[in-house]
């Protein structure tokens, strides 16, 4: 296949699920727009109708049997309503700079069109969850279908997104997480050229060129730009975006408030509020954030001198009345009919103090890996210690409230290892790395103010010559890069995971519904397991499988395909073990369906691999 071939050839079906998310995107901004009126924060649109539409879904749903098809379609006339009052009012929908940074990114998107779910989390929940949605049009619950997706209670925030683009374009739009996720980024990099305006002052330099060191500045520049996480349906992502506006507006509406305009200060405070019931709605560990970020909010509006805090108390039904509401709501909910068992604190006596120097150094190497970001925020807390001692000015408040979270949540990832994960995971510091990423867009923000402010006040005249080179430079970047790393931003084309795939779609006309099928898999981590899953929804069911820690025998082998009441089983990689234990002679490198009959397995076909001999052998 050419490079075209691999990497740029969406279906038909692919790009009208692309177009189905701008338009959902679209509406989503709307309904933000008309919520948030003249003075709101028109970066924050987007973000504000998704919340909107997130406490309808989740309040409709757990209190009446209403389909969730009826609540789309009435979400969608108000869309169309909102669009047509915003135009009346502001002679525009989208923010200004949105459509040209969505012209520059189209290269970007493109690209993603044609993607398709490739990461163990996809599999494990979040692409499960928006299939459940879809196909019984309401949340799992009293008279509805039991989910297979690993956490039915988490919050529906992020697979509403995906049900509400798969509802319009007719079928599942499995890559809606990867090509949204592009949108949430414009409207991240619309709050950073703000800042950037807000510092530099460069309202009257190329458009173009800002539109592109906008989106440059929360991808490539951000410090924290994961490919793997960001482009997938994951729920980090929408994270650290909501973080970053939820600060940003909390820090705005204390600005207003010092300079009296307390109007613009009551909208800010609106718009945080539904944001910050957005923010509660995408993961359950999300309230742990909330708390931080309120309090680098509190404290920035207790240091800074003009502020009346009886005003900002005022602002703080507004900024969290919504979240309560929902995250209270769907609590109750859950309790009654979704328990899910989360992860709880230890009693003191069975903290894993013993662990706490291994995890500290784990952590430490983790930080000189990353030390662009860990070097960034840790500049950042201290400017907002600074801050906190003496007023510095509106970057120092906004630094407080950087500080505030990545001290705050850093410390609670730390307590989290000794007295909620377990011995396997604290001293490996599980996911460190990924939980920092929900902090990246707020420091990124914060940092790219930061520097505004720096060039135009120390640099400016000496360099202001360059920017008409670094304005061209950073357009071409944006246009250029998707097209020159498809390879690496195309991380779903990978030999064995499009193997496996095409293999679950064929084993589904080769066993009768109702099937229970055990995965083999000795060779791996148990990723395949979850994807094949995945692949037999709606035909057969995993019964289980066998993964490299599982360290099985022949006889454990029997034991579990017996005691599991498998009626298949799909080898995927082999050994020994597995040989023996199923009787069959297996060829070696191949994937292979087994059927039970009676008390021995017999072969249905097989699989060969194509082009590698054993899956681990290809990079993922």
């Known amino acids: 296949m050419s490079y075209l071939e691999t990497y740029f050839s969406p279906t038909l079906a692919q790009l009208l699920g692309a177009l189905c998310v701008l338009v959902v995107s679209l509406g989503l901004t709307s309904i933000g727009a008309a919520v948030g009126g003249r003075n709101r924060f028109v970066a924050a649109d987007l973000l504000c109708g998704w919340a909107v539409v997130v406490l309808v879904f989740t309040l409709v749903g757990i209190t009446t049997?209403?389909?969730?098809?009826?609540?789309?379609?009435?979400?969608?006339?108000?869309?169309?309503?909102?669009?047509?009052?915003?135009?009346?009012?502001?002679?525009?929908?989208?923010?200004?700079l949105a459509g040209k940074i969505l012209v520059l990114t189209g290269p970007l998107l493109f690209l993603l069109a044609a993607m398709t779910p490739s990461q163990w989390d996809e599999y494990s929940h979040w692409l499960l969850a928006a299939r459940y949605l879809f196909d019984f049009d309401g949340f799992p619950g009293p008279g509805?279908?039991?989910?297979?997706?690993?956490?039915?209670?988490?919050?529906?925030?992020?697979?509403?997104?995906?049900?509400?683009?798969?509802?319009?374009?007719?079928?599942?739009?499995?890559?809606?997480?990867?090509?949204?996720?592009?949108?949430?980024?414009?409207?991240?990099?619309?709050?950073?050229?703000?800042?950037?305006?807000r510092g530099a002052q460069l309202e009257k330099r190329s458009s173009w060129s800002l539109a592109a060191l906008g989106f440059l500045s929360v991808t490539l520049f951000s410090t924290t730009f994961v490919q793997k996480v960001i482009f997938t349906a994951y729920a980090d992502l929408p994270t650290s975006v909501a973080l970053a506006f939820v600060a940003l507006l909390g820090w705005m509406a204390v600005e207003r408030l010092a300079d009296d305009d307390r109007a613009k200060a009551r909208t800010y405070a609106l718009q945080l509020g539904l944001v910050l019931a957005l923010f509660v709605d995408i993961k359950p560990a999300n309230v742990t954030l909330l708390a931080?970020?309120?309090?680098?909010?509190?404290?920035?509006?207790?240091?800074?001198?003009?502020?009346?805090?009886?005003?900002?108390?005022?602002?703080?039904?507004?900024?969290?009345?919504?979240?309560?509401?929902?995250?209270?709501?769907?609590?109750?909910?859950?309790?009654?009919?979704?328990?899910?068992?989360?992860?709880?604190v230890r009693s003191f006596d069975q903290w894993y103090f013993s662990y706490?120097?291994?995890?500290?150094?784990?952590?430490?190497?983790?930080?000189?890996?990353?030390?662009?970001?860990?070097?960034?925020?840790?500049?950042l807390s201290l400017i907002g210690l600074a801050a906190l001692m003496r007023y510095r000015g509106s970057f120092g408040q906004l630094a407080i409230?950087?500080?505030?979270?990545?001290?705050?949540?850093?410390?609670?990832?730390?307590?989290?290892?000794?007295?909620?994960?377990?011995?396997?995971?604290?001293?490996?510091?599980?996911?460190?790395?990924?939980?920092?990423?929900?902090?990246?867009?707020?420091?990124?923000?914060c940092a790219a103010f930061g520097l505004a402010l720096f060039w135009r006040r120390s640099v400016y005249e000496s360099t202001r010559n360059w920017w008409p080179k670094t304005g061209l430079a950073a357009i071409a970047l944006v246009v250029i890069l998707p097209l020159a790393f498809a390879p690496k931003i195309r991380f779903d084309v990978r030999a064995p995971k499009t193997f496996v795939k095409t293999v679950g779609?064929?084993?589904?006309?080769?066993?009768?519904?109702?099937?229970?099928?055990?995965?083999?898999?000795?060779?791996?981590?148990?990723?395949?397991?979850?994807?094949?899953?995945?692949?037999?929804?709606?035909?057969?069911?995993?019964?289980?499988?066998?993964?490299?820690?599982?360290?099985?025998?022949?006889?454990?082998?029997?034991?579990?395909?017996?005691?599991?009441?498998?009626?298949?089983?799909?080898?995927?990689?082999?050994?020994?073990?597995?040989?023996?234990?199923?009787?069959?002679?297996?060829k070696a490198h191949n994937a292979h369906l087994l059927v039970k009959q009676g008390t021995t397995w017999q072969l249905i076909k097989s699989w060969p691999y194509p082009g590698y001999l054993q899956p681990q052998d290809i990079p993922d």
């Open 65 to 96: 049997p209403l389909a969730f098809t009826s609540i789309a379609v009435a979400m969608a006339a108000v869309g169309v309503a909102c669009m047509g009052y915003v135009w009346h009012r502001d002679r525009r929908i989208l923010p200004p």
């Open 292 to 344: 931080f970020v309120m309090a680098g909010i509190s404290l920035a509006a207790l240091r800074h001198p003009k502020v009346p805090i009886g005003g900002f108390l005022k602002l703080l039904p507004r900024m969290l009345t919504a979240a309560i509401v929902l995250f209270v709501g769907w609590k109750i909910y859950t309790t009654l009919h979704l328990p899910y068992g989360s992860m709880a």
């Open 144 to 197: 509805m279908p039991t989910g297979i997706m690993d956490f039915p209670g988490y919050p529906y925030g992020s697979p509403i997104i995906t049900y509400l683009v798969s509802r319009l374009a007719g079928h599942l739009v499995e890559n809606t997480g990867a090509i949204f996720h592009v949108i949430l980024l414009v409207s991240m990099a619309l709050a950073v050229i703000d800042l950037i305006n």
């Open 356 to 379: 706490l120097g291994q995890t500290l150094s784990t952590i430490v190497g983790i930080m000189v890996r990353k030390g662009m970001y860990f070097g960034m925020m840790f500049v």
């Open 505 to 586: 779609l064929e084993m589904r006309n080769l066993m009768p519904a109702g099937s229970r099928v055990f995965v083999i898999d000795p060779l791996s981590a148990g990723f395949y397991a979850k994807l094949m899953r995945y692949q037999l929804y709606g035909v057969a069911r995993l019964a289980g499988d066998i993964q490299a820690s599982s360290r099985i025998t022949p006889v454990d082998l029997r034991d579990k395909l017996a005691k599991t009441g498998s009626t298949h089983a799909f080898v995927h990689t082999q050994n020994q073990a597995v040989r023996d234990g199923l009787g069959v002679d297996l």
């Open 401 to 445: 409230i950087v500080g505030v979270c990545f001290a705050g949540y850093n410390l609670f990832l730390v307590f989290s290892y000794i007295a909620i994960f377990g011995p396997g995971s604290g001293p490996k510091a599980l996911s460190y790395w990924r939980y920092n990423m929900h902090l990246g867009h707020l420091g990124a923000a």
